[in-house]
């Protein structure tokens, strides 16, 4: 997925039905901040840097497909995984 589909996909799910408009009490948007526009920007980068780092363990992957020994393409696979993972790191 390139990061202008993640991009699209993201912005095109809720809560962007919901009107731009604060919560009464000030409580928090789903990602913990206050405004609105804050936490849709928070998203947004979050969806672009796991789109990002999809796409470079997506490389280890093809270079894996093309590696002769074994050793190289687990190693290689070792390299997506390790990239897969930052995605679920804070």
Not at 14 to 33: K, L, Q, T, V
């Amino acid at each position: 997925m390139t990061t202008r589909e993640a991009f699209e996909a993201f912005i095109s799910a809720p809560p962007f039905e919901m009107p731009i408009e604060r919560f009464d009490d000030r409580s928090a948007w789903p990602g913990s901040y206050t405004e609105l526009e804050v936490d849709l920007a928070w998203q947004a980068w979050q969806a672009a840097t796991a789109a990002a780092l999809e796409r470079a363990a997506e490389v280890c992957v093809d270079i894996s497909a093309h590696q002769l020994t074994f050793q190289q393409r687990k190693t290689a696979a070792t390299c997506a995984d390790a990239i897969r993972a930052l995605k679920e790191r804070p």
